[in-house]
């Protein structure tokens, strides 16, 4: 068995839940369980404009690019092997210094010894907020964790789409849930029903667990995006060159360096964010 193979069967893990919820919503319960079609009609109407916002919300986070380090900071094969030979760490930083200042690169970060931060794997000075991906086994742009979900690191490129993905699996599931909940109630009291709706009863179920974990993790994104922080600065604050410097703009401008453009842009997974992705605005806090 394939190691791409297997990487990819949680997405489908995934889609099979997701095509197995649908259907049972829209079948079962919208055209089934409701018989009046004055009832019915808003519920498919709003349940299949949830399910075509969060697959290709879905479909945007796991098939973009993340975003790659420009070339302007990759070191030649040449370069590499003097800089890994040095004796002495002084020796290193100097060979950085001297190639971040002809290719007039501007870094706000560093290591917590001071020095510029290289990527021996990648053989490239890693721009602000860039860090090294062990399962991609590359380097990304303001890479914010690798999802085993989506086999799929979450960066510069499609932050936003993944915290569309989240936004609109919380709607599709609290939604799903409440709109349910009535028809489930009246199926566990009454004993007959019970087995005829159990389908639905699973559904109600799944989406009320989903849209519990769901709800948390979105939360704590876009507590994230107020801060202007990555999973991986929350957890590992990075070093500043320059003392008591954070990427911390405020909550208006953080909200748009992720969701820039006009607001009906914000609802849609399309890029639009801010920047380059290599080099950020930093305030003295």
Known sequence: MSNAFIKNLPPAFLLILFAGSYFIYV????????TSLHHRLPFLVVINLLAIMLLWSFLATMCSSVGKVPMEYKFSRDQHVVLIHVRSDDDKDDILERFC??????????????????????????PDRTHHCSTCKICYLRMDHHCFWLNNCIGFYN?????????YTFLYCFFYASTSLRHVTISVLDSSKFARDFSISVGFGAALLLG?????FLCYHLY?????????????????????????????QNF????????YFWFL??????GSGHAFLV???
């Open 27 to 34: 079948y079962y319960f919208s055209l089934t369980g409701i």
């Open 101 to 126: 200042k002809g290719k007039d690169l501007l870094l706000e970060t560093c290591t917590s010894t001071g020095s510029i931060r290289y990527c021996c794997i990648c053989m490239h000075i890693k």
């Open 159 to 167: 932050y936003k789409s993944f915290i569309l993905l989240i936004f």
């Open 212 to 216: 519990i974990a769901t709800f948390g």
């Open 224 to 252: 994230l995006t107020g801060r202007n922080e990555t999973t991986l600065e929350n957890l590992y604050p990075p070093s500043f060159v320059e003392e008591d410097s954070t990427f911390d703009l405020g909550v208006l």
């Open 256 to 263: 748009l360096e992720v969701f820039s453009g006009q607001w």
């Open 269 to 274: 997974p399309v890029f639009s964010s801010r």
């Open 283 to 285: 305030e003295k806090k």
